[in-house]
C-alpha cells in the first residue's frame, strides 16, 4: 500500500510562484511514476505533470507545458511541482498521484493524495 500527502497550496497573485510537495510512504518501491492532477469546480480533471522513478523523463501538459516544472527527491521519498508564472485559470485542488505503470497513472492512478489547493488571484 502506498500513501500520498500532497501540500503547498495557497493564495497568490498572478504571475507568482509556488511549489507543491507530495510525501510518498509505505511501498513506495512499486511506484514507477508519479505525477500531478488538478480539478476546478465545473471542469474535468486535468493532467499536470509526471515524472519516472529516476526522475529522467517528465511529461507535461500543454496547459502548464514551460511554466511548470516537477521534479523528485528520491532520499526524501517526495515528488515537487514548481509552479512558475501562474496565471488565474491555474486556480484548482492540486492531487498528487502514483502507480506502478505509466499508463494507469495517465489515465486513472491507483494512489492519490488528499489534494491541495491552489488560488491565483488576478
Known amino acids: 500500500q502506498v500513501q500520498l500527502v500532497d501540500s503547498g497550496g495557497g493564495l497568490v497573485q498572478a504571475g507568482g510562484s509556488l511549489r507543491l510537495s507530495c510525501v510518498a510512504s509505505g511501498r513506495t518501491f512499486s511506484i514507477r511514476a508519479m505525477g500531478w492532477f488538478r480539478q476546478a469546480p465545473g471542469k474535468e480533471r486535468e493532467f499536470v505533470a509526471a515524472i519516472n522513478w529516476s526522475g529522467s523523463n517528465t511529461y507535461y501538459g500543454n496547459s502548464v507545458k514551460d511554466r511548470f516544472t516537477i521534479s523528485r527527491d528520491n532520499a526524501k521519498n517526495t515528488v515537487y511541482l514548481q509552479m512558475n508564472s501562474l496565471k488565474p485559470e491555474d486556480t484548482a485542488v492540486y492531487y498528487c498521484?502514483?502507480?506502478?505503470?505509466?499508463?494507469?497513472?495517465?489515465?486513472?492512478?491507483?494512489?492519490w493524495g488528499q489534494g491541495t489547493q491552489v488560488t491565483v488571484s488576478s
Open positions: 498521484a502514483a502507480d506502478i505503470l505509466w499508463v494507469k497513472l495517465r489515465s486513472s492512478p491507483n494512489y
